[in-house]
């Protein structure tokens, strides 16, 4: 009988480096979010951002991940991003099992439809492989989306979460809880939560309302 594989990165990998931010400013609409702000979140592990709705988190967030402008320097050394939004994304034309598989452009179509069912039935959603967007409830299509956004993280790489678990059930926030660990050391995770347990076990929280200076290393 052959061995299941496993689709969890396997071994520790040293990232290139550490994720630094310095002198950063960001403003929307004349409002300033962020300004002069510096952090670092070091290369393998685990920080989580906390302070008040509308501080920051998802603006440094998506700042970290290029998809926004802002002044100063973000330094990420070229890694690969995968990015698990707050609200799910999904492309509504593709099923559950091709919207986790789209961003695996390196490998063949079976092997990444192997990888999201892999994911999928990891996250409770083995019945729900080959069902649209519309056919989910809210708290399963954002299971889609974190069951997607592990699928693309690869070792070395950056896996930024935003909220992760605010919306699903506990027995789901156990097991997305342990994937998120199951990466420290593997890939620089940063996550954007109130959860008491994730900000307990993370390696340095992070307050926007304090303007990030002043990690706190747990």
Same mark, same amino acid.
């Given at each position: 009988?052959?061995?299941?594989?496993?689709?969890?990165?396997? /071994?520790?990998?040293?990232?290139?480096?550490? %994720?630094?931010?310095?002198?950063?400013?960001?403003?929307? /609409?004349?409002?300033?979010?962020?300004?002069?702000?510096?952090?670092?979140?070091?290369?393998?592990?685990?920080?989580?951002?906390?302070?008040?709705?509308?501080?920051?988190?998802?603006?440094?967030?998506?700042?970290?991940?290029?998809?926004?402008?802002?002044?100063?320097?973000?330094?990420?050394?070229?890694?690969?991003?995968?990015?698990?939004?707050?609200?799910?994304?999904?492309?509504? +034309?593709?099923?559950?099992?091709?919207?986790?598989?789209?961003?695996?452009?390196?490998?063949?179509?079976?092997?990444?439809?192997?990888?999201?069912?892999? +994911?999928?039935?990891?996250?409770?959603?083995?019945?729900?492989?080959?069902?649209?967007?519309?056919?989910?409830?809210?708290?399963?299509?954002?299971?889609?989306?974190?069951?997607?956004?592990?699928?693309?993280?690869?070792?070395?790489?950056?896996?930024?979460?935003?909220?992760?678990?605010?919306? %699903?059930?506990?027995?789901?926030?156990?097991?997305?809880?342990?994937? %998120?660990?199951?990466?420290?050391?593997?890939?620089?995770? %940063?996550?954007?939560?109130?959860?008491?347990?994730?900000?307990?076990?993370?390696?340095?929280?992070?307050?926007?309302?304090?303007?990030?200076?002043?990690?706190?290393?747990?």
């Amino acid at each position: 009988m052959s061995k299941k594989k496993n689709y969890l990165p396997e /071994n520790k990998v040293q990232a290139p480096s550490d %994720i630094t931010i310095s002198d950063l400013s960001v403003d929307f /609409n004349g409002k300033v979010i962020f300004n002069g702000t510096s952090a670092v979140f070091p290369a393998g592990t685990f920080s989580v951002l906390t302070g008040l709705s509308g501080s920051g988190k998802t603006t440094l967030l998506r700042a970290i991940a290029g998809l926004i402008p802002y002044k100063g320097i973000i330094n990420t050394d070229g890694r690969a991003v995968s990015f698990a939004f707050q609200t799910p994304r999904l492309l509504p +034309w593709l099923t559950a099992r091709d919207n986790v598989a789209a961003p695996l452009f390196d490998k063949s179509s079976a092997d990444a439809a192997k990888i999201a069912d892999e +994911w999928l039935t990891r996250l409770g959603l083995s019945d729900s492989l080959d069902k649209y967007p519309d056919e989910l409830s809210g708290g399963m299509a954002l299971r889609v989306s974190l069951a997607r956004a592990f699928a693309a993280a690869i070792p070395g790489g950056i896996l930024l979460l935003d909220e992760p678990i605010k919306e %699903i059930d506990k027995k789901a926030r156990q097991v997305v809880t342990e994937i %998120i660990l199951n990466f420290r050391g593997k890939c620089t995770i %940063i996550a954007a939560t109130y959860d008491d347990e994730l900000i307990a076990r993370a390696d340095q929280t992070l307050d926007t309302v304090l303007n990030l200076n002043s990690a706190v290393k747990t």
